[in-house]
Structure formats: structure tokens, C-alpha cells
């Protein structure tokens, strides 16, 4: 009879203690999914500019966030108002190169890639712009 008890004190202490681990872990679960920050939702047009760029060689001379041979994808974002101009401008460039914009590194042409896809890409790139 004293081991019932003893078994029901040591659960009923567990208990108001905080549970058992499987319910500590549980909790901290919930408690980390709501603290995390919400992952931006991409649409449908910017997950193809991210196919396109990882489909083509962009990323050898940029990345998002760091300037590397040419500017950050994140800088070409901040220096350019996203609209229908700048769209048409930016995916020019991206066909046909260009230089003197960041430096004298020129941009290699991408003449394989059509108006529609280097749009796709710039529309993608403008849409890291910092609010």
C-alpha cells in the first residue's frame, strides 16, 4: 500500500512540476513554432525568376544578399523602383549585358534567354526591395 502512494505522490509532484519530458518537449515544440519568423510566401512568378536564375549562370557574378563580382541582388532591388520601365530596362540588360551602371566589370549578354523569362527574373530580383 505504501508504494501506491509513493507512485502517486512522485505523478502527482511530476505533474505539478511540469509534466513529463514527452510534455516539456511538447510545449517547447509549440512555444519554438510560435517564436520562429514567418518565411515570406513566394507566388508563382517569383519562384520561376528563382528557377530561372538557378537554371542559368547569374549566380557565378551575384548573390542575394553580399555584392560579389557584380552587385547583391538585394542592392539591385534598393537602387530600382519596381515598374513596367525598370522591368523592360533591367531584363534589356540582362540579354543584351551591359557595364558602367556598378563599376567596370561589364554584365555578359544572355541572348538565350527570352524577354518573358529575363522579366520573370527581374520581377523576382526588384521583390527583395527593403521596405
Known sequence: MKKIFIIAGISALSFACGGTDSEKKTETTATEEQAAPETPAVNADEEKGIELIAGSDCLTCHKVNEKSIGPSYQDVANKYTANDATIADLSGK??????????????????????DDAKTMVRYILSLKNN
Open 94 to 115: 540582362i540579354i543584351k549585358g551591359g557595364s558602367g551602371v556598378w563599376g567596370e566589370v561589364p554584365m555578359t549578354a544572355h541572348p538565350q534567354l527570352s524577354e
